[in-house]
């Protein structure tokens, strides 16, 4: 379903409480509730936001969409930035684990992510201009293995083009979530998503959820 906003103040504060209201209703059926959170410019005015709302956070178990293998000390760490930005006040309280293993290789921390995978009440998604969502990237060598439908919840993948490996979730483990948000700003963000909603194509990986009609996603887009 797509969510369409005049501004950023807006559409953080709708979807913060959209998402406060599916973590209400999910607990009143289950103890924990297990979130997946993606890196980047973009959510953080949500992040914060979130980090800023009565959640009932012990019960919040929190992990990543997908990580650039580097240590939490690099600036490009999207789990320095989850600890930065959601990470903060009561939200410290959440079961947060990150992906990155400190002296180990990114095959052995993808074995490590695979061992305890959870799978997702929601996922928060970006979407990058190539159409890339999570780490899977088009033209990535481990594309086909990414797209697998019997591939494990996280995977080695080599961008052809950004810095770092990374450790990123398959499109299996997005189709497993109960719930995906994809949050995307600008204009054109938006032509890319009405190009992939149109057809599932492998070169616009974001497609084959967009145009997936037994995923449920929901899309919040603000100029």
């Known amino acids: ?3 369409e906003y005049s501004d950023q103040v807006h559409c953080v504060e709708n979807l913060a409480r959209l998402i406060a209201r599916q ?6 059926q289950s103890n924990t509730f297990a979130l997946a959170v993606s890196g980047g410019r973009t959510p953080i005015p949500l992040f914060q936001r ?10 919040m178990r929190i992990r ?8 939490p000390e690099h600036p490009d760490s999207n789990e320095a930035l989850v600890r930065r930005h959601l990470l903060q006040g009561p939200a410290e309280q959440a079961d947060f684990r990150g992906l990155y293993i400190d002296g180990a290789g990114v095959e052995e921390a993808v074995a490590a992510a695979n061992a305890e995978a959870l799978t997702f009440d929601l996922a928060i998604l970006g979407m990058g201009e190539d159409g890339h969502m999570a780490s899977i990237f088009p033209n990535a060598v481990q594309l086909a293995a990414a797209l ?6 996280y ?3 080599t961008p052809p083009h950004a810095p770092h490996e990374r450790i990123s979730l398959s499109l299996a483990a997005l189709r497993a979530c109960r719930q995906l948000t994809l949050y995307i700003a600008g204009e054109e963000k938006r032509k890319i998503w ?3 909603r149109a057809a599932a194509d492998p070169a616009l990986p974001i497609s084959l959820l967009a145009a997936d009609t037994g995923v449920s996603l929901d899309v ?4």
Do not use: G, I, N
């Open 148 to 153: 697998d439908p019997q591939a494990a919840y």
């Open 220 to 223: 919040h887009w603000h100029p």
């Open 64 to 71: 990543l969409v997908d990580e650039r293998y580097v240590s």
């Open 23 to 28: 973590v209400e209703v999910r607990l009143a």
């Open 50 to 59: 979130l980090a800023r709302t009565a959640l009932p956070w012990k019960q």
């Open 194 to 196: 009405l190009k992939a």
């Open 1 to 3: 379903m797509w969510h």
């Open 155 to 157: 995977l080695h993948v």
